[in-house]
């Protein structure tokens, strides 16, 4: 049987390739390029110089890229948090005036997230929908908010900067520097910005406040306060 083309294919290289596999790596440029004058056709020759500019890139580069390892991001539990008392404000040591640094910064961030607008949309505006979910997903830490209505009547009428929020609850500096806590579950908040003026159910803000920037708010909810 004569031999085929898969035969040749898998067959090992001549001996006369296989003897320079040892050389230094100028010496395998030297001896690859004789080879290749000597078998090349003459009309390819000429582009030898050129082609063997390039030829060698295996040699020098990795195939497999080295990708830079990211540094494993740590961060405190909640029980580490609770043990440094990250999760309470002191109750004591507050100054209303002082926040108004914070206060300022956040009517700045507002004013920034509703660039878009030029007037409060009403309900049935095109713009309705796009403004009511900035406005929900907006930070309330710094904003100045009052209750207006609520199931604790001696909250109403409570006023006050917003210094944490949690899950269910504002924490608030009012105007006599002290720190009150506000359950959301029980009250409507008003909070005034120039000439807009907003109105949230508590209830519908019961949310982490990093979970509600991106969680899905209902554009419909039926008020029951």
Do not use: C
Request: glycine share 4%; proline share 5%.
């Amino acid at each position: 049987m004569g031999t085929t083309a898969k035969d040749l294919l898998n067959a090992p290289l001549p001996s006369e390739i296989l003897k320079g596999s040892n050389l230094s790596t100028e010496a395998s440029r030297k001896y690859i390029q004789n080879m290749l004058q000597q078998h090349l056709p003459s009309t390819d020759i000429k582009y030898l110089r050129n082609d063997l500019q390039w030829q060698f890139i295996l040699e020098q580069h990795s195939l497999r890229k080295k990708s830079a390892r990211r540094p494993k991001k740590t961060f405190l539990t909640r029980q580490q948090r609770k043990e440094a008392n990250l999760l309470k404000l002191p109750r004591e040591g507050w100054s209303y005036k002082s926040l108004g640094i914070i206060r300022n910064m956040w009517k700045d961030y507002m004013r920034q997230n509703l660039d878009f607008i030029k007037k409060a949309p009403s309900p049935v505006d095109p713009d309705w929908n796009s403004f009511s979910l900035v406005v929900a997903k907006s930070e309330l830490i710094g904003a100045e908010i009052k209750v207006i209505r609520s199931k604790v009547p001696s909250l109403i009428g409570m006023s006050g900067t917003v210094v944490l929020e949690t899950k269910l609850s504002f924490q608030i500096v009012t105007p006599q520097s002290k720190l009150k806590t506000i359950l959301k579950e029980m009250s409507v908040f008003e909070v005034i910005l120039d000439n807009l003026r907003f109105v949230f159910f508590g209830k519908h803000l019961a949310t982490r406040p990093n979970e509600r920037s991106v969680k899905k708010i209902k554009l419909q909810m039926i008020p029951d306060l």
